[in-house]
């Protein structure tokens, strides 16, 4: 029987329909009800503007974005599944790319991990570009390193921004 490997895992949620705060906070706790995710350290939840293939959409609603660091024994597919099991409970539909949505939540890194599928990139591919992704970071694991990098140095580096 193989045995199951504990790893730190960092997830960012994202909401921008319906009561998006509540929204957030019920995925939080989800999470830490999940068998397999033991909920470590959670964000404060910050508002940043919807962020869309072709930039900044000030006309659509704005989002709240919180991240949460865990421990999971699931696989990276595993996660995923518990995590789109999530967002279809909280009302998430997909029927567009970048579009607006009740809930959304990101595997952004898991340990040492790098998986490459269909459906899944780990690290998250634009993570490293995205403040609110690594605000929030940052403020619950300052010495978080994505890539190789310290995020506190990616943060720097795309400056206060979406």
Do not use: C
Not at 42 to 64: K, Q, R, V, W
């Amino acid at each position: 029987m193989r045995q199951s490997v504990d790893l730190p895992a960092v997830l960012a949620l994202g909401s921008n329909l319906g009561d998006r705060g509540a929204l957030i906070e019920a995925a939080i706790g989800d999470l830490a009800r999940t068998p397999g995710i033991a909920l470590l350290k959670t964000s404060t939840i910050i508002e940043t503007p919807a962020l869309t293939p072709d930039g900044i959409d000030l006309e659509a609603p704005p989002y709240l974005n919180a991240v949460v660091a865990v421990r999971t024994t699931l696989t990276p597919q595993k996660l995923l599944d518990a995590a789109n099991v999530i967002e279809a409970k909280h009302g998430r539909v997909r029927a567009e790319r970048w579009g607006d949505r009740t809930l959304d939540i990101d595997i952004i890194a898991m340990g040492p991990l790098r998986v490459s599928t269909p459906t899944l990139t780990i690290p998250h591919p634009r993570a490293h570009e995205r403040d609110f992704v690594l605000r929030p970071w940052l403020e619950i694991e300052p010495e978080a390193v994505l890539s190789g990098r310290p995020i506190s140095e990616h943060l720097a580096s795309i400056g206060s921004r979406p």
